[in-house]
């Protein structure tokens, strides 16, 4: 305690204060108040930009008000290594502030639109149209989706319905994928007034776009696969919350119609398992028409 005592007697209040106060102590509260945004619905990309915008300002003025200060105390006092040392601390906290961003933009309800179906393939390292495809049948009345539910898979059956006043339904053969996407693709077929049918496999976030059809249809040995929400790599973005995202999902399938046992029992399952219920069981929770 002796020691904390000399140490801040010899150190200037602007220069304390430009450390402590607008240095480390408002970097934590605003680093904590971005952390919190991950605790309701992400934010749009236009919202956050401005948001990391206005946090990017403040780092910049308390670390210029740092930098001026501590010219200052230098001057007056000589001492070098608590400068340095308020130097170093700057440094890490722009690198938890850069770590911080990233989090929130991986988080970031972005619903990234593309003009033609080439964007969509050179939009990545792995082109969407190699992990999935959409086409219409001959009769212009289905539109068959085949494939995972990545990033603009929404734009492009989006693109098909407006394109064709015909379709009538959307024949899925996916085993999921991103469930923001699939959430997006289930609004379009809802919008739309479009029926589902799944000939051979619907599983995981394929089924919120299943769910979604006017109509819901099960051809012959087609299955539904269910499971529980979890991430493959949860260091990667420790702030989603897949109980949260389940729950969310939850009230949509009671919204459409899912019985609340049927789905209490798909949310018990294990993490690595993926249930494939009877046609029987399916029609019993309301997932298929009697």
């Known amino acids: 305690m002796a020691a904390t005592a000399t140490y801040l007697?010899?150190?200037?209040?602007?220069?304390?204060?430009?450390?402590?106060?607008t240095g480390v102590l408002l970097r934590v509260v605003l680093s904590t108040a971005l952390l919190a945004l991950s605790l309701f619905d992400p934010l749009t990309l236009?919202?956050?930009?401005?948001?990391?915008?206005?946090?990017?300002?403040?780092?910049v003025w308390s670390l210029n008000r740092y930098a001026n200060a501590a010219g200052h105390h230098l001057n007056s006092?000589?001492?070098f290594w608590s400068v340095t040392g308020g130097f170093a601390i700057f440094l890490m906290s722009g690198i938890v502030m850069g770590i911080t961003w990233w989090l929130l933009f991986q988080d970031a309800d972005v619903n990234v639109r593309f003009e033609n179906k080439e964007e969509i393939a050179a939009s990545g390292p792995t082109p969407p149209k190699e992990r999935y495809v959409a086409e219409t049948t001959r009769d212009g009345q289905e539109l068959v989706f085949k494939g995972v539910v990545a990033q603009?898979?929404?734009?492009?059956?989006?693109e098909?319905?407006?394109?064709?006043?015909?379709?009538?339904?959307?024949?899925?053969n996916s085993p999921g994928g991103n469930v923001r996407e699939a959430r997006r693709?289930?609004?379009?077929?809802?919008?739309?007034g479009i029926s589902t049918h799944v000939a051979n496999e619907c599983s995981a976030s394929c089924l919120l776009v299943f769910m979604a059809g006017q109509q819901r249809t099960l051809g012959p040995g087609a299955q539904l696969g269910f499971h529980r929400y979890g991430l493959d790599f949860v260091q990667v973005l420790p702030h989603v919350n897949p109980l949260r995202e389940m729950r969310t999902d939850q009230q949509y399938y009671l919204e459409r119609g899912l019985d609340l046992d049927?789905?209490?029992?798909?949310?018990?399952?294990?993490?690595s398992?993926?249930?494939?219920?009877?046609?029987?069981?399916?029609?019993?929770?309301?997932?298929?028409?009697?």
């Open 185 to 192: 693709m289930a609004e379009t077929v809802m919008a739309n």
């Open 262 to 271: 049927f789905l209490d029992k798909v949310f018990d399952l294990d993490r």
């Open 77 to 79: 006092t000589g001492r």
């Open 160 to 172: 098909e319905f407006s394109n064709s006043d015909r379709l009538q339904t959307l024949i899925l």
């Open 152 to 158: 603009g898979a929404d734009f492009l059956i989006s």
């Open 273 to 290: 398992s993926i249930w494939y219920p009877s046609r029987n069981e399916l029609v019993d929770a309301g997932v298929l028409p009697q």
């Open 46 to 59: 236009a919202i956050l930009s401005a948001i990391v915008a206005v946090d990017l300002a403040a780092f």
């Open 9 to 21: 007697e010899r150190q200037s209040p602007s220069f304390l204060s430009a450390l402590w106060l």
